[in-house]
């Protein structure tokens, strides 16, 4: 499943919930979006990734929550074919046409999510960052490891997605290339993965909260944000009707853009120095 929209619910606890200023300003924003033009269509995790460099995922739903209570928002609900629930779209209340265009955002939303496109995704982002890591001398050493070293993890069935090494440093790789963060969760286990292994954690990440990268960063590792998800070149058709119907920040990259990488390793060198 590339999007969690299953764990959605989850995000949404009104018992801890007090509203504050970002909270109102989320509610705002999104009215913004439904006033310009009160025909749009959004789906929440659309929203999420839209206003993500302003609002955490968790308080754009909460905002979404919020807006539907009013009946400022108006939600109807799409089973999609490709996912285990269906997908919430958001429509203004006074709008009462949303059947073909929400119809038309179903068919893209089922194209990318399709399991062969979700792995494709994910072995191509896997492979450009090995291939881009390798090229400054972060030699990929395991893939898939659950054992390092004689230390074996047995708590869960999990594991890290490749050891890179360089000047005697060993780094413990996860890769998301998915719309979504990373769950808090998994983090926190392959956080401890990493401290199991004795290892530093390196997270490759489309998105992440900044509480996320800062317990990385507690954790004595690196958070790399490549904002953009990625698909295969052959996609570039499916690519370019998410950007243009969707909005969504999607690519074909040839290679992982060199800033992304030169930006680690002057960390990676500092840090060897301290």
Same mark, same amino acid.
């Given at each position: 499943?590339?999007?969690?929209?299953?764990?959605?619910?989850?995000?949404?606890?009104?018992?801890?919930?007090?509203?504050?200023?970002?909270?109102?300003?989320?509610?705002?924003?999104?009215?913004?979006?439904?006033?310009?033009?009160?025909?749009?269509? *959004?789906?929440i995790r %659309?929203?999420? +990734? $839209?206003?993500? #460099?302003?609002?955490?995922?968790?308080? @754009?739903?909460?905002?979404?929550?919020?807006?539907?209570?009013?009946?400022?928002?108006?939600?109807?609900?799409?089973?999609?074919s490709t996912f285990g629930t269906p997908i919430q779209f958001l429509v203004h209340y006074t709008n009462r046409y949303a059947k073909r265009t929400i119809n038309e955002l179903t068919k893209i939303i089922e194209e990318y999510s399709h399991?062969?496109?979700?792995?494709?995704?994910?072995?191509?982002?896997?492979?450009?960052?090995?291939?881009?890591?390798?090229?400054?001398? *972060?030699?990929?050493? %395991?893939?898939? +490891? $659950?054992?390092? #070293?004689?230390?074996?993890?047995?708590? @869960?069935?999990?594991?890290?997605?490749?050891?890179?090494?360089?000047?005697?440093?060993?780094?413990?790789?996860?890769?998301?290339?998915?719309?979504?963060?990373?769950?808090?969760?998994e983090l926190e286990i392959k956080l401890e993965m990493c401290h199991t292994f004795h290892i530093r954690p390196l997270f490759i990440l489309r998105y992440a909260p900044k509480t996320y990268i800062e317990m990385i960063r507690e954790a004595g590792g690196y958070a790399m944000i490549f904002e953009c998800q990625i698909y295969e070149l052959s996609q570039v058709d499916l690519v370019q009707k998410i950007k243009t119907k969707l909005g969504l920040p999607v690519d074909c990259p040839q290679a992982i853009p060199e800033g992304i990488i030169l930006r680690f390793n002057k960390w990676h060198t500092k840090s060897v120095k301290m």
């Open positions: 499943m590339y999007d969690d929209f299953d764990d959605i619910e989850e995000w949404y606890q009104p018992e801890r919930y007090r509203p504050d200023d970002y909270f109102l300003q989320a509610k705002e924003e999104i009215k913004f979006l439904y006033e310009k033009d009160r025909e749009v269509i *959004f789906y %659309q929203l999420q +990734v $839209k206003l993500e #460099k302003k609002y955490f995922h968790w308080v @754009t739903y909460n905002a979404i929550e919020s807006l539907i209570k009013e009946s400022y928002l108006r939600p109807i609900s799409i089973p999609v399991d062969h496109i979700t792995r494709s995704c994910g072995h191509r982002a896997e492979d450009l960052f090995a291939l881009a890591l390798a090229s400054h001398g *972060f030699l990929p050493t %395991q893939k898939k +490891v $659950k054992e390092y #070293k004689g230390k074996r993890w047995t708590k @869960t069935g999990h594991n890290l997605d490749h050891i890179f090494e360089k000047d005697k440093v060993v780094y413990g790789s996860e890769i998301k290339n998915t719309l979504g963060y990373i769950e808090k969760e």
